[in-house]
């Protein structure tokens, strides 16, 4: 005990890391508090308090996190950074990033992906942090070099060839591996030179011509980066809990659908559809008009004193025809679907067959 203290002041309090590591702590304390928690509330267990609900509005636990990170920050400069007060606010903000963090992907989604596949971004975010905070308490630099004034051009020449390392890795689609390389250089230039997973954009603008690269890039995504997802996706399972498993008729899956879909329909031609659209409601106006040659009551048109000109009914009749065709030229251009128009007020259709599919038959002559 006494050379763990001994070394907590040597390497923390003299170097002045104190405030960052009880940023740390709280951090870490508050993600593993408020997993538990929400793990325990998933689980119904009766001993464990719910969500917090005054009036029955669910109140999510990143409207705390930024209650935390509002004191933290605004108090280091309301007292000017001094001792105590700055390892206080260090702790304070620490807690506020593990609770804002541990909902990152209800920031990003703008909807309650908790327990989802989204939900997994919360974790990536949470685990990234904590890494960067541990790396820069342990001594490391981002992009890898101190500023010191003997080696200026040194120093460019490194920041410049790690920053360039890192695009290059995170356009391979190396995430973790392009994000580390901020800190620690080495890891960034191994994933700028390794080759790049297949559904990354440098997969797609430098693979496409080379068949022999793709198929090795496809061959080391099957063996290698397939089980390291698994691996990551069971670690992570282990800590924050698996998602939920959304079945096809959950409302949210009904939503994703309809939101491809529409996105499917926005690419589809205009004047196209339109013109489709009128050609169908053509055809439907001629095949309306061969089948309404026989009237309603079986007596063929244009037969009798009361038939009006050109063998039609009379004007009601016209005019009935008209409004309905009317009204599907106007269903066209609005550009939404054909659909059928609504008969005059106090005639309703056959019960069992359609207006517009009468059968032709014979007058019957005695």
């Known amino acids: 005990m006494t050379t763990l203290l001994d070394g907590y002041r040597e390497h923390i309090v003299a170097t002045h890391k104190q405030p960052l590591f009880l940023l740390l702590v709280g951090f870490i304390t508050s993600f593993v508090f408020i997993r538990f928690s929400v793990r325990m509330i998933r689980a119904q267990v009766r001993w464990w308090p719910g969500n917090v609900t005054p009036g029955g509005l669910h109140i999510h636990h990143m409207v705390f996190g930024l209650g935390f990170l509002l004191a933290g920050g605004i108090g280091v400069f309301a007292t000017y950074g001094g001792h105590p007060w700055i390892d206080v606010f260090g702790l304070l903000f620490g807690i506020g990033c593990g609770l804002v963090l541990d909902e990152f992907a209800l920031i990003l989604h703008l909807d309650?992906?908790?327990?989802?596949?989204?939900g997994r971004k919360s974790?990536?975010?949470?685990?990234f942090g904590i890494l960067f905070t541990g790396l820069l308490l342990v001594g490391y630099v981002p992009l890898g070099a101190e500023p010191t004034g003997e080696t200026r051009w040194g120093l460019v020449t490194v920041i410049s060839a790690n920053a360039l390392a890192m695009v290059v890795t995170l356009?391979?689609?190396?995430v973790w591996t392009g994000l580390l390389g901020i800190m620690v250089?080495?890891?960034s230039w191994v994933g700028a030179v390794r080759l790049a997973r297949p559904s990354s954009p440098w997969a797609r603008w430098r693979y496409a011509a080379s068949p022999r690269l793709r198929a090795r890039a496809l061959r080391r995504e099957r063996l290698l980066h397939r089980r390291a997802d698994r691996?990551?996706?069971?670690?992570f399972d282990?800590?924050?809990?698996?998602?939920?498993?959304v079945p096809a008729h959950h409302p949210a899956a009904h939503r994703v659908a309809e939101q491809m879909a529409a996105r499917a329909t926005a690419h589809l031609d205009a004047h196209a559809a339109r013109a489709l659209a009128r050609r169908s409601a053509r055809l439907a106006d001629r095949r309306s008009a061969a089948g309404g040659a026989e009237h309603p009551t079986g007596s063929r048109r244009g037969v009798g004193a009361a038939?009006?000109?050109?063998?039609?009914?009379?004007?009601?009749?016209?005019a009935g025809r008209h409004g309905r065709s009317q009204q599907r030229r106007r269903v066209v251009r609005a550009g939404r679907s054909r659909a059928y128009a609504v008969g005059p007020a106090g005639q309703a259709p056959r019960p069992g067959r359609h207006r517009w599919l009468r059968t032709r038959t014979r007058r019957m002559s005695r």
Do not use: F, S
């Not at 309650?112 to 989204?118: I, L, N, P, S, T």
């Not at 691996?231 to 670690?235: E, N």
């Not at 000109?309 to 009749?317: F, K, L, M, W």
């Open 307 to 318: 038939d009006g000109p050109g063998g039609y009914d009379g004007p009601a009749d016209r």
């Open 123 to 127: 974790v990536d975010a949470v685990i």
């Open 112 to 118: 309650d992906v908790y327990w989802g596949e989204q």
């Open 231 to 235: 691996a990551r996706t069971w670690l």
């Open 238 to 245: 282990l800590i924050a809990g698996a998602p939920d498993k």
């Open 171 to 174: 356009l391979k689609g190396k």
């Open 185 to 187: 250089p080495g890891l």
